[in-house]
């Protein structure tokens, strides 16, 4: 039952979060924790997925000339180191499910009360060397230890911080994440914590999903509208993983 279920409700989170340049990994985990998948391949799989949506996203965004490295790459230099060693490590899963709750309200703070980006801040260079360094540790260990790639938070504060334009924004976003998923992936599968036919579907129908939404957001979807409706995936999301955890 679960694995006629997932596919089709991947599709839809796939689509609605790669049109805001985001990998879905905060929805894909919080439900398959709520439906009982092992905690040990939930960070794994959803990196997999991670990797496959914001593939299609990275491509149709920089396609489109919003990709640049300037403005992702030094984010990567703390992030992608982090999130190979925090994806070598084996949570509980108590503390699997705590941090993944504790993500989840973060986000959903992010999109309800932080969604309007009508104020903004001006660093000077050393504000924001040291902004970049500790975000990009803080988000490379929230991949690699729960599957989450971060870049809800990311998206934002680039633009908070006027660093760059949404769109901008939401093409660092989409290559953030696919580079931290593509790393914690690879420690996570060292380590074995890897099912090839539980994944094989919910890839294909993320893959699908990921093109199309990546496409038509790129191009079409206001990226607030898109938020709204991901963060009420999430809310529901959180109440039913409070309930499993109580």
């Known amino acids: 039952m679960i694995e006629n279920i997932l596919p089709i409700?991947?599709?839809i989170i796939a689509f609605i979060y790669s049109s805001a340049g985001l990998g879905g990994a905060s929805s894909y985990t919080a439900i398959m924790a709520i439906m009982g998948i092992s905690y040990q391949i939930i960070p794994t799989t959803s990196l997999a997925l991670n990797i496959v949506v914001t593939f299609f996203g990275t491509i149709n965004y920089w396609r489109n000339g919003y990709g640049k490295i300037k403005?992702?790459?030094p984010f990567l230099i703390t992030s992608i180191p982090m999130a190979y060693i925090a994806g070598?490590?084996?949570l509980n899963e108590l503390m699997f499910q705590t941090a993944l709750l504790v993500t989840l309200i973060l986000v959903v703070i992010r999109i309800y009360f932080f969604d309007t980006f009508t104020f903004s801040f001006q660093l000077s260079p050393i504000r924001k060397w040291i902004f970049i360094i500790l975000l990009g540790l803080i988000l490379g260990f929230s991949a690699g230890a729960i599957g989450i790639g971060g870049g809800i938070y990311l998206v934002p504060l680039i633009i908070i911080f006027g660093l760059g334009s949404e769109k901008e924004a939401a093409a660092a976003g989409a290559t953030f994440i696919f580079m931290n998923s593509l790393v914690g992936f690879?420690?996570?599968?060292?380590?074995g914590t890897f099912d090839l036919d539980f994944i094989?579907?919910?890839?294909?129908?993320v893959a699908i999903g990921g093109f199309l939404g990546s496409y038509y957001g790129s191009k079409k979807y206001d990226s607030k509208t898109i938020q709204k409706v991901m963060g009420g995936i999430i809310i529901i999301a959180i109440i039913l993983l409070t309930q499993k955890i109580l």
Do not use: Q
Request: aromatic share 14%; hydrophobic share 55%; proline share 5%.
């Open 186 to 191: 690879i420690a996570r599968f060292k380590s």
């Open 200 to 205: 094989l579907p919910l890839i294909c129908s």
């Open 9 to 11: 409700l991947f599709f």
């Open 71 to 73: 403005l992702v790459g």
């Open 88 to 90: 070598s490590l084996n």
